[in-house]
């Protein structure tokens, strides 16, 4: 699952968070760039705190995986998880790795060999 995919499956989990101090996260990706100058005036406009977060998590996923890679490691920084508590389990959650997917075959002879490949396949 690439850095985007993981964004975008725990982005009502860091809306909700981020939403209680939105303009310090606002803070944060300015100083790091990661958000235009233009783009962060335009999100420090917007009076919902919600709308702004959820703009803002909108913007970096448009901007691509470099830039949702950058916004995670921040995510990261323990400045940030004094600020909001609950940003450590999310985090964790979107730097770990899926649990490996394990399959195995067990073939008897080269005619069942060819039999479970068609059967993988046709499935």
Known sequence: MSVMDKLKSHKVELIDCLSADHSFILQHVDAKDIVTRIQYQNL????????TVTKLIDQIINKGPKSCSHFVELLKDPELHNTYPLLREITEHCSNPPPPYHTTL?????????YYNLLLISI
């Open 44 to 51: 420090m406009s917007i009076p919902s705190p919600g709308e």
């Open 106 to 114: 067990y073939i008897i002879s080269g005619y069942n060999l060819l």
